[in-house]
């Protein structure tokens, strides 16, 4: 079967598109990508995102519920024609809005997540069945809606005979624990704080004419750690939590990156070394995150490009007795800036079949769920003649 995952994480660039055909053998699922795009959001759109991010229009949100999905449409299209046919399915992760799966107990806010992107629109425009809304289904299950990579994870990277991270620097970071040979309910998966999006955020801020983003590390490298501002960073309560948690740009995002500046001003601290410093801080969060037994971890998000950051990460990861190897997905035939929108693919097809798609021990949920709510497409009812026939 034909899937298209569609992806746009924390970072709010662009949608991610990817054609994958997924057969299963033996009980065992392949998937294998056909095609890959990144496609930009409109300029308006991006702007009216982050807008309503700020200004909680409910009629902008309703709008944008709808031009967010006429977006992801257009990219599926596009990735579609760039493999020369169509698809049986669409997975669509959405644009994550507001996620806040454990507000604080003495806080009258009920758990919630909200993605948006009309799936509706998506299965009208390109006549494609599609899965969408996966989160939801865990937060009401009582888990935190996220990682749900992790249970691709499991399916494709796990090794029998040695234990493993499958780490994503995303605009936030989160690690995957596969441990050798382990079964489902050994896996324990959370984001383990800000990947690229505190760092993404300090450099639209701090250098608005360059590209907005540290490409390769460039900026970083420049500049120093400020250890007393690192301190300062590090000393976030989110990090001494324990799993299953997750974060968004509620916990790293804008306001996140405000307040360390201006910890940094009096500090004497440069933009280059707040950069480094922001750096040091996704590095040093992984690091810490990663099991003491772990023998290899296995690398995916737009993260991997920054040098700088990976080098900090290789450094911290040596310091280890046995040092794990550290490598990217792309050795193990996922794409490292592929892989969440492939894992979206193979969660829609799982929902699809009816198989229960997340892993209660990293999310948190009381049981294993379905995760995705089915949006018929005009191929709807062949497609359905060809699963349960």
């Known amino acids: 079967m034909r899937v298209v995952g569609l992806m746009s994480g924390t970072s709010m660039d662009a949608i991610d ?5 997924i057969e299963q053998r033996d009980g065992t699922l392949a998937p294998k990508l056909q095609r890959f795009v990144k496609v930009p959001y409109p300029p308006k759109t991006r702007a009216a995102l982050e807008s309503l991010l700020e200004s909680c229009d409910m009629s902008a949100l309703a709008s944008l519920n709808f031009a967010i999905g006429e977006a992801f449409a257009s990219a599926a299209r596009c990735a579609c024609t760039e493999t020369g046919g169509s698809a049986d399915l669409i997975g669509s992760h959405g644009q994550t809005i507001c996620h806040q799966p454990r507000p604080d107990a003495s806080s009258d806010v009920t758990s919630s997540t909200l993605q948006i992107g009309e799936a509706a629109v998506i299965a009208e425009r390109t006549g494609i069945t599609t899965v969408s809304d996966f989160r939801v289904a865990d937060v009401a299950a009582g888990g935190e809606g996220a990682p749900l990579v992790s249970y691709v994870d499991y399916m494709l990277l796990r090794s029998p005979d040695e234990s493993r991270a499958a780490l994503n620097i995303g605009g936030i970071a989160n690690v995957t624990w596969l441990d050798a040979d382990g079964a489902p309910s050994d896996v324990l998966a959370f984001d383990t704080g800000p990947g690229n999006m ?24 420049r500049g120093a750690v400020d250890t007393a501002l690192f301190s300062s960073l590090h ?4 990090f001494s939590r324990r799993p299953p948690k997750t974060a968004g740009r509620e916990q790293f995002g804008p306001r996140f990156v ?52 990976m080098n900090e990460l ?24 592929a892989k969440e929108a ?15 798609n997340n892993l209660p021990r990293a999310t948190g949920a009381r049981h294993p769920t379905i995760l995705g709510k089915i949006v018929p497409g005009s191929n709807f009812p062949q497609l359905m003649r060809s699963i349960w026939k």
């Not at 505190?198 to 490298?221: C, E, K, S």
């Open 17 to 21: 598109a990817a054609v994958v055909d």
């Open 342 to 356: 492939i894992a979206f693919a193979v969660l829609g097809y799982e929902a699809l079949y009816g198989r229960p």
């Open 198 to 221: 505190a760092i993404d955020i300090a450099v639209r801020t701090l250098f608005p004419d360059g590209p907005g983003f540290d490409r390769n590390g460039q900026i970083a490298a």
């Open 235 to 238: 000393s976030d309560p989110y």
């Open 258 to 309: 405000l307040q360390a500046w201006e910890k940094a001003q009096p500090l004497g601290c440069t933009r280059e070394s707040f950069i480094a410093t922001l750096t040091e801080l996704t590095a040093s969060t992984i690091a810490e995150s990663l099991p003491p037994g772990c023998r290899r971890v296995i690398a995916a998000g737009g993260g991997v490009h920054n040098k700088t950051l």
């Open 314 to 337: 290789k450094r911290k990861l040596s310091r280890n007795d046995h040092p794990p190897v550290l490598t990217t997905s792309d050795e193990y035939g996922l794409p490292v800036d």
